[in-house]
């Protein structure tokens, strides 16, 4: 959490015990830059800080939805909490990790400390949601490992901090096309660009609401994002890849598979491989022949 801002929001969601490890990824998904976990008389509750550089109510609505697929977990509270002496603290939250086969995301105060045989994806800790410390992001993250190919065109639905355009370019993809509904993404997508070295030739960052307004095909798309958007998104995917291009969903929960599988076969997809990790879980899938 950054020293620079006087006094943080804060949002409180309580859950049963089992919901533990879902209100840790719950918050992190929520775009949250630090929490707290409490157990309570047979109930776990999370303390989750979010930067004021967004109204209280723009947070509050992003975790409703985000939390709306779990009946037993709810905001119990919120409100602002004044600045402490966390700006040492909330940077060893961030330490280099390694995900997949070839990355390994730091934020900028490790760079120079990269292993030579690791890929370094540069993610400055925002409130852009994909730092890569989650699940659903590690999972798209492996997706692209295994299906990126020099050359390609790619389109990143969702793209929040960029991450997945990053790697996409890191792993030799010819163009990317980072696009997102939140304008206040846009300086995070753009330094983190800067400090992996890309410009804005090879990723270009625009606005826009999922494949709306998008003229043209693409080799891969990826989208690290939620079920409902994914679902609504489904339809035009087969006619927006390329003859052999691939799609790659992440940012689902296990519980949600069969009904996702079920969206894909009607929109003219396939499943190509599968990945869990936790509670959550990602499909890339091509055109069915």
Known sequence: MSSKEGFWWYITLEGNLENEEDLSALGDLSGSIGSEIQELSGKVALKAYYRTTRDLGFWIERVQGIISPWPDI???????????????????????????????????????????????????????????????????????????????????????????????????????????????????VRENLRLNGISEEKVSVEIGDLLSGFDGKADLLCANIVFDPLASMLPLVADFLSEAGVAVFSGLTFKERDAFIEILSAGGLSPAMETRKGEWWGVAASRTP
Request: glycine share 12%; charged share 20%.
């Open 74 to 188: 709810r905001i119990v509270d919120m409100g602002r909490i004044e600045n402490r002496q966390w700006h040492t603290a909330w940077k060893e939250a961030f330490p280099p990790l390694e995900v997949g086969r070839n990355f390994i995301v730091m934020a900028p105060w490790h760079k120079g400390s990269e292993p030579g045989d690791k890929i370094p994806l540069y993610i400055y800790p925002g409130s852009a949601f994909g730092t890569g410390y989650h699940e659903s992001t590690q999972i798209a993250l492996e997706l692209l490992e295994e299906f990126i190919k020099p050359g390609m065109t790619v389109v990143d639905v969702g793209t929040g901090s960029g991450i997945l355009s990053i790697a996409s370019a890191r792993l030799g993809a010819g163009s990317v096309q980072a696009r997102d509904n939140d304008p206040a993404v846009l300086p995070e």
